[in-house]
Every structure is written in structure tokens, then in C-alpha cells.
């Protein structure tokens, strides 16, 4: 990373000037009937209602050259004042005036100080958008034939990234219907140096925070409740959070302590949303992203920190105490980066897919966090002290998908308990890097790609609970790590120099012996070479015990040969991720992979009851394909308590079936919302021998959306 992209990211928030002038708002009202010419002027002639309003505030601070604080001082009498809340809600006809001045701070905290602390549960200052009557994105909905092809690709494809370029080509469509399309954002800042603090945004069309332009830098968003109600604990969303955008760098969105830490949940779209080239060198830390002010349960934003089309160097969290955020609870991807120059981010000490505890899960509906079409050089946590995500019971923890998404290190991270893979490489993403195969776990050992670092953990699966530490594969690619591993189950990445991290390794359990290995002289095949071996060969030399050939036989069996044994057979649902909508029916299969010699298996499909039931299934052809007769084993369907129970075996005389095939195609119907496993349980198969065979299992899962609404990306512009 350049030294000074690096600088900045480290530098903390810029200091704000001194204030040299300072405008009470006293009242609700969103009149504007006095002197705006300069904050003195308004507070000197606030104008024939005797009230000075925030949008009056704005338009003066606007015209004043120094820097400016807005304080609030609204007494209870006021008409906006709920006591039962004990919040002074500001609902504006029209938008607000943008920040243009530059150095003013809008402090909602000074109603406390100044009123009393009315609202323990957050802040007294409401800014409530309902009032504004000018449709939003959050309500356009495409032509139904365009609503039903996504809906057929969302069931169909494996990202939604890679729906980006057909949303992409509607841009032009919706740059027309902007006017008409567009909400008003809750507050809007295109200069430098300013600070929201405070306040509780909420209801508005478009974003509840906008910070736009090349001279928004230094901005500060700091203790604000955005897209909940005033008490932090449910949903009144904006279609967007915060949204940071045309080329703004160097801002900040909370910080690393309570006072300072927004929470920004229950927004129609993103939590917060880093876009477009130049928009660079933001921090986002210490936040509540999709969780209540407590940081107990889920307030749902779509997603939760997206950093898209080309915003780079941006930092998510931090090492420093208190600077990470807590993201969880999100309908989809609790971090997003996706696109060609959305590069050099770094992610750190985040909790994903927990409470704020770190110790509940609270998961996010996608992966914990994303990296896709052609985002590069990002990273993931880190092996220093406060870098390491915490990155749990989401779907997958960390996803790379995308030729183009190279050179994404993830590093030092506790990834586990997410329902699929700790860490998923997909479509040759990272240069599709493969894992080290542990051979030994006694002292870690084994072999990597050449000189690449080598981090080791710890879980009670497949994944990488605890980070254990690295050490650096030699120029043969053998490593070694002296530590003694907590278990019970070690597993290991690579990341070469260039920065690609693999996926886990398989796991073993310490000690483990190194993985059984064929020899041309393990004539038995009983993966070891012993007497009877030993025999064999002397007898097919013509030797006897005590001639001198047997000797040279004994030596022969010494000079080991091996040959690497084959991937077990692995049984999976596909498509591993659907989303439809409540009412549909949809269908998966369970595959099988590398099968030697089908002769039955059974298994069980476990699933949410309240989400989906099973309306019907049928066996596959495979088990029968080369001509064998088959007899099915159930099926046993229990909707009531979420599992369908089936299976199958063949006899005769004819080959079995090996290789790939369908065992079952389910129907499915989506009868509630959220989301729910469609988890693979007891799966038992058998060759034609009756031998059981071992077998990797993968499940997959389904989210169920209530009535569907497309939400298009924002087309962020003038």
C-alpha cells in the first residue's frame, strides 16, 4: 500500500476549526422568514415568528465565511415534542439546504445539555422525512417482464454481482426518471470539514446522510441513529443510511467511542455506501451496522458497508480499541466490495455476523463479507495486534468470486460457524489459489505453494475459529509450525506474494499421521508395507528367509513410491443459495460427486418449517444409469417438523454407477419469509459391496422475501 494512502488511513479524524459563531435552533418549524445574510444576522433577526429553524440555521451558517456550530434548545412546548418519546421531531416540507460552507457542526447533543436528557434510550433530535412529498427509489418497482427475469436469474445464478451488468444497463432509463425517481436526502454535505452529531435521521426518500464532491473531505458522522426510531430499537427507514460519493475522501463515519458510533439499521438499501472512482481514503468505525442501539438484535439494512465501482482505499473498522464495527443482521451481504477499481480497502477488527458481545449470533442473510467483479488488493484482517475480523454463522464467511478479483489477502481472521465455507474462492477469483494439505498436526507441518506464508488455526470444524499463527513455506513448498494447536480440528491457508489467500485446508485432527499413500510394493493395499508385503515380493524373486536376495528385497520395499489417493465422494444441494419469493415453488437437487461403485445410499433434507415445506420430489436416473435395477427407500416427508427422508438401492448383474449424477430433484414451496437451511443429515451410501463409503456433505439455503420489490442501485450524480 503507498505510504501515503496509508498515512491518511492511519491519520484519525481531522480536527475541526475553532467556532466562531454559534446559531440556536429554538423551534421545530421548517419556516424560513428571518436574516439569512450570516448567522449573526439571523440571530439578531430571526423574523416574524420569533423562531430560528435548522433550515434557517443552514442558510446562515451557508453565508458565513468562519466555521459555525448549530446548537438546539427546543423547549418542551414546542408543537414537535412527543413526551412520551421525549424527541423533538423537525419534519421538513422540502429538502434541506446542502452544507456548502464548509466547517460547521450540526450538534443535536447540545438539546441534552441544554434541555435535559428526555430520551435516555438516544438522541432528542429527530429529522423525520415523511413530510416531503416527492417519490423515492425505495417505491419504483420494474415492468413486470423485467421483475420476472430477475427473479428467474436470482433463483438461477450464483451471485447476484453478476446480475451488475444488466442493472447497469437500465442506467440510462433511470437517469430519465430521476426527477421522479428521486427522494430528497435527510441532511446533504458538498463541503469540507463539517460534523453531524447527534440526530436521528430517519424516513427520507433517498439517504439520510449524503456526502458528495471532491471538496466533501474531513467530514465527521458521529453519534447519530439513522434509519431507526429515536429509541434505537425498530425500523423507520431511509431508502439509504449514509452514502458517500463523486470522488469525497477523508471523511468519517463514527469513531472509537460509544458517544461517537452511529447506528445505522433498518434502511431500505445500504447501511452505508462508499461508490465511484476518487471516492477514496473514508473510515467507517465503531458503528452498530444492521443491529439495535443495544447491539442485541437484527434492524435489517439490505446490505450492510458496501464499497462499490471503484472506491478504493477506504477503511472498514480498525485496529485501535473500539474502532471496529459490529455488522450483523443484514438481509444480504454484511460487507459488499464489488467492482473494477474498488481496490486497496482494508477490513479490520470487525464483529460479522455476532452481536456486540461477540459471543450471539446474529447472522447476516449472504456471505459476512463479499469481494467481487474485479475488486483487487483488499484486505481482510491481518496478523498484527486488533486486525483480526470476527466473521461468523453467516451463510459463507469471506466470498471471492470473479477472474478479475485478485490479490485479496485474508489474514489472521476467527472464521467459523458460517453455514457453508469459512472461505470461498469462486470462478478462478485470487488466481483460484489452492489450500496447504496439512500432513501432520502433532507440530503443524505439510506442504504450501512455494515460499507462500502459511497461517494456522484452530476450529471445532472446517473452518478457522482460532488463529494459532503463520510461518513461510520453503522454496520447496514444505512448511512447518512449532506450536502446539488448541484443536480440536487444524486447518491452514496460504497466501502467496502477491497477496492471494486460499481457501482452508481440510481439517485434521493433531496427531495425525501423514495421509495414507500407496507404494508399488504395498502389494495388499493396506496402505503399509509389512512382512506379508515383504514375503510377497521375496517370493516372486525366488528367494527364502536367510538367502541373500531377501535381503535386497527388504531393502527394495524401503524405497517408497506413493501415489495420491483420490477426493472422497461429496453429496451437495444445488443450487447451494436460492432466493424467491413467499408463495413460489422452487426446486433443488442432491448430487453426488466422484461416486466408485453407487450401490444405495439414504439421507435426510432438513429445513426451516415455517419458511418452506416440501410439495414433491423424485429420484434421480443416476443410481440406476448403466442398467441396474433400483428399489426407493421412502420417501418420509414431515413438513410439520422440517425433514424429508428418502433413498435408494440397485441390484443385478450389470456395472455401477461411478462419477456424477442426480440422486433427487425436490419441489419446494415458499410459504413464509426469512431464511432457512436446506441442510444434508445422516447421509448414508454403499458400493454394490455393501461397504459404506465416507463422503463430504455441503446443504445449501434459501431466502424467502415477502411481496418482491427491486430495489435499483442508486445512480449517484449532480
Not at 227 to 243: C, E, K, L, R, V
Not at 365 to 386: C, K, R
Not at 427 to 439: F, K, L, S, V, W
Not at 534 to 539: D, H, L, P
Request: proline share 6%; glycine share 14%.
Amino acid at each position: 500500500m503507498p505510504l501515503l494512502i496509508m498515512a491518511a488511513l492511519l491519520a484519525g479524524p481531522v480536527p475541526a476549526y475553532p467556532s466562531s459563531s454559534t446559531v440556536v435552533v429554538n423551534s421545530t418549524t421548517d419556516v424560513s422568514d428571518g436574516d439569512i445574510s450570516s448567522v449573526s444576522a439571523l440571530v439578531s433577526d430571526p423574523g416574524p415568528d420569533g423562531v430560528i429553524s435548522l433550515r434557517e440555521a443552514i442558510l446562515a451558517t451557508n453565508n458565513t465565511p468562519e466555521a459555525d456550530t448549530i446548537e438546539f434548545s427546543i423547549p418542551p412546548s414546542d408543537p414537535g415534542y412527543d413526551a412520551g418519546t421525549g424527541v423533538w421531531t423537525i419534519r421538513p416540507d422540502s429538502a434541506l439546504p446542502a452544507l456548502n460552507g464548509g466547517g460547521t457542526a450540526i450538534d443535536g447533543s447540545t438539546q441534552t445539555t441544554n434541555q435535559g436528557d428526555s430520551n435516555p434510550d438516544g438522541p432528542e433530535i429527530q429529522l423525520d422525512g415523511s413530510g416531503i412529498s416527492t417519490a423515492s427509489l425505495a417505491n419504483a418497482l420494474l415492468p413486470p417482464s423485467e421483475l420476472e427475469a430477475l427473479i428467474a436469474d436470482l433463483t438461477a445464478v450464483d451471485r447476484l454481482a453478476e446480475l451488475e451488468p444488466r442493472l447497469a444497463g437500465l442506467q440510462a432509463e433511470i437517469e430519465q426518471a430521476k426527477p421522479a425517481l428521486y427522494g430528497d436526502h435527510g441532511l446533504e454535505i458538498r463541503s469540507a470539514n463539517n460534523t453531524i452529531r447527534a440526530l436521528v435521521i430517519n424516513r427520507f426518500g433517498s439517504y439520510g446522510v449524503y456526502i458528495y464532491g471532491s471538496g466533501a473531505t474531513g467530514n465527521r458522522i458521529v453519534g447519530c441513529y439513522i434509519g431507526t426510531d429515536a429509541s434505537g430499537a425498530m425500523a423507520t427507514p431511509n431508502w439509504g443510511g449514509i452514502i458517500v460519493s463523486g470522488a469525497a475522501s477523508g471523511n468519517f463515519i463514527g469513531g472509537t467511542t460509544a458517544a461517537d458510533r452511529n447506528v445505522i439499521s433498518g434502511n431500505s438499501y445500504n447501511g452505508v455506501y462508499l461508490y465511484g472512482n476518487g471516492t477514496r481514503e473514508n473510515t467507517i468505525q465503531g458503528n452498530y451496522i444492521g443491529l439495535d442501539a443495544t447491539g442485541s438484535y437484527a434492524i435489517p439494512n439490505a446490505w450492510g458497508v458496501t464499497v462499490w465501482s471503484g472506491a478504493a482505499a477506504n477503511r472498514v473498522g480498525g485496529t485501535a480499541a473500539g474502532a471496529g464495527n459490529v455488522i450483523s443482521g443484514n438481509q444480504f451481504e454484511g460487507i459488499d466490495i464489488q467492482g473494477t477499481g474498488s481496490n486497496l480497502n482494508v477490513v479490520q477488527g470487525n464483529l460479522v455476523g455476532l452481536d456486540a458481545t461477540g459471543t450471539i449470533p446474529v447472522p447476516n442473510g449472504l456471505e459476512g463479507i463479499e469481494v467481487s467483479s474485479n475488486a483487487a488488493y483488499n484486505t481482510i484482517g491481518g496478523t498484527e495486534a486488533g486486525a483480526a475480523n470476527i466473521i461468523a454463522y453467516n451463510s459463507r464467511g469471506v466470498h471471492v468470486s470473479g477472474v478479475g478479483s485478485l490479490r485479496n489477502t485474508i489474514r489472521g481472521n476467527s472464521i467459523f460457524s458460517n453455514d457453508y465455507e469459512g472461505i470461498r474462492l469462486y470462478d478462478d477469483a485470487n488466481q483460484n489459489i489452492e489450500p496447504p494439505t496439512i500432513t501432520g498436526a502433532g507440530s503443524v507441518q505439510g506442504t504450501a505453494c512455494f515460499n507462500c506464508a502459511v497461517d494456522i488455526y484452530s476450529d471445532d470444524d472446517d473452518q478457522g475459529r482460532i488463529f494459532e499463527g503463520s510461518t513461510t513455506a520453503g522454496g520447496n513448498g514444505d512448511f512447518s509450525w512449532p506450536g502446539t494447536p488448541q484443536g480440536p480440528y487444524v486447518t491452514a491457508t496460504n497466501t502467496d506474494a502477491n497477496g492471494n489467500t486460499s481457501e482452508f485446508s481440510v481439517p485434521v485432527s493433531p496427531p495425525v499421521p501423514p495421509p495414507p499413500e500407496y507404494s508399488r510394493y504395498d502389494l495388499d493395499r493396506d496402505c503399509d508395507i509389512d512382512i506379508v508385503d515383504i514375503m510377497e515380493v521375496a517370493s516372486r524373486w525366488g528367494c527364502r528367509c536367510g538367502d541373500e536376495c531377501y535381503g535386497t528385497a527388504v531393502s527394495a520395499i524401503s524405497q517408497v513410491e506413493p501415489r495420491p489417493l483420490m477426493r472422497p465422494a461429496s453429496v451437495r444441494v444445488e443450487p447451494d443459495n436460492s432466493m424467491v419469493a413467499s408463495g413460489e415453488t422452487f426446486t433443488v437437487t442432491v448430487e453426488i460427486e466422484r461416486a466408485v461403485d453407487l450401490g444405495a445410499f439414504q439421507l435426510a433434507l432438513n429445513f426451516g418449517p415455517t419458511v418452506v415445506h416440501v410439495e414433491d420430489m423424485a429420484l434421480g436416473n443416476f443410481l440406476g444409469s448403466t442398467g441396474r435395477n433400483t428399489a426407493p427407500l421412502g420417501p418420509e416427508v414431515d413438513n410439520a417438523a422440517g425433514t424429508v427422508t428418502f433413498g435408494a438401492f440397485s441390484f443385478g448383474d450389470q456395472p455401477a454407477a461411478s462419477g456424477d449424477g442426480v440422486l433427487a430433484t425436490i419441489i419446494l414451496m415458499a410459504q413464509g419469509t426469512g431464511s432457512s437451511p436446506l441442510a444434508l443429515e445422516s447421509v448414508q451410501v454403499a458400493d454394490i459391496g455393501a461397504q459404506s463409503q465416507t463422503v463430504m456433505v455441503e446443504g445449501g439455503r434459501v431466502m424467502v422475501a415477502g411481496p418482491l420489490r427491486i430495489h435499483l442501485p442508486l445512480i449517484v450524480g449532480q
